[in-house]
């Protein structure tokens, strides 16, 4: 088990982190960075808010969030710092009201042929928002802390070949979840991917990876190696494919009913394939993928997901948005499993952009939940209204006491 830190202290050791990272890397003077804040406030009304399938909860809410991105960028490098806040407040339901923050951390310098990264994030958020890829569970409200890492990398071995190298580690934590099954985890990856360019219309692409998954409460430990081989594509000026897929190989320890330890392999297809279409004012996206995600459940899911994102303004002050997502996840061994599930949601939204810097959003919101184990389907209705105000981005000088 791990001693748990006081959320005050986790967020002010990071914010020194990722500050001091900041100084080291470009010697920060003020008058060379950006900023450029973001706040919302949306009102809702959910017919199921918990996605139960069994005597669903409905409620008005509201979701008040603050966003601001710090940065600053030369021919050579980059760097972006991304902090936020949100608050969730529901009127039925009062025992679901939560405050979810961020902050985040990315970086790049260009070293001649070497280009090296870093990206890190501490997410304080709620099990409400924070499990719909993987276990579904978010008819909960219990405190989860997410610290990321991931270095990396970049090698220009020639005009045409790059080699990338990365690292990943992610420890999840979860507060007072007593008989809940969320169980915390950790995930550590390595990365190595070969990409050549074989015209200028197409690239191919080679990858290995590494994954190894620990969740200790239940003695549950994984070793997953992937293999992937592929390509990017422009099909036109305005559209572009990418496809990869490979195998997997995973080896899992997990403890038997009688307390001993069995040890168990699978093998699974590992599929990326994405499709973008760039229209003169607008975009469509299609993204489908096959993979191993660590989860809270006490075990790596097989998980099939599917994500459709469509960007059209249909005039310059009214815009359409439509975003879906789809998960499928199932036991990696095969075989039925508790945790095996459907997910679907989609939600259109209608933008009016009042001026400048505000806008309003109206969205509808559906919602579906499908235990196999069950047999069980929980369905959710919700509208959303939006206000918005981004301000124009700014040199932070303009707010130093010295000027």
Request: glycine share 6%.
């Amino acid at each position: 088990m791990y001693a748990r830190r006081p959320a005050a202290r986790l967020w002010c050791q990071s914010g020194g982190l990722l500050l001091g990272s900041l100084i080291l890397a470009n010697g920060a003077v003020a008058d060379q960075w950006y900023i450029a804040p973001q706040v919302s406030l949306r009102t809702l009304y959910d017919d199921n808010v918990r996605l139960l399938s069994v005597s669903p909860q409905s409620s008005f809410g509201t979701i008040a969030r603050a966003h601001a991105k710090l940065g600053r960028r030369t021919e050579i490098s980059n760097i972006d710092i991304d902090a936020g806040l949100s608050n969730y407040w529901y009127a039925n339901v009062p025992e679901l009201n939560t405050t979810n923050g961020f902050l985040g951390l990315s970086s790049a310098y260009q070293l001649g042929p070497s280009r090296l990264g870093l990206d890190a994030r501490v997410n304080y958020d709620s099990t409400l928002t924070s499990e719909i890829a993987t276990s579904g569970l978010v008819q909960v409200n219990k405190r989860r802390t997410r610290l990321f890492a991931k270095p990396s990398w970049s090698y220009a071995l020639s005009e045409r070949s790059t080699l990338d190298l990365s690292a990943s580690y992610t420890n999840v934590t979860y507060q007072d979840v007593q008989l809940i099954p969320l169980y915390n985890y950790r995930v550590a990856t390595l990365d190595m991917n070969g990409i050549y360019l074989w015209s200028d219309r197409a690239q191919l692409f080679a990858r290995l990876s590494y994954e190894y998954y620990d969740a200790d409460k239940v003695d549950t430990r994984s070793n997953s190696i992937g293999l992937l081989a592929g390509g990017a594509y422009a099909l036109s000026e305005s559209m572009s494919l990418t496809a990869l897929a490979g195998v997997r190989f995973t080896s899992e320890n997990t403890p038997t009913p009688r307390g001993a330890s069995g040890d168990q392999t699978s093998t699974g297809p590992l599929v990326d394939l994405k499709l973008e279409k760039r229209f003169e004012v607008g975009k469509l996206l299609l993204d489908v993928s096959q993979a191993l995600l660590p989860s809270s459940t006490g075990e790596l899911l097989n998980t099939t997901a599917g994500t459709v994102v469509f960007e059209y303004p249909v005039t310059p002050r009214w815009s359409f948005d439509l975003n879906a997502n789809a998960y499928i996840n199932r036991y990696p061994g095969g075989g039925r499993n508790i945790n095996d599930r459907n997910y679907f949601s989609i939600s259109p939204q209608l933008t009016r952009k009042l001026s400048e810097w505000w806008q309003l959003d109206l969205a509808y919101r559906f919602r579906y939940q499908k235990y196999q184990e069950s047999g069980n389907n929980a369905v959710s209705n919700a509208v959303f209204l939006t206000l918005r105000y981004t301000w124009p981005t700014e040199p932070v000088s303009r707010w130093s006491l010295l000027h």
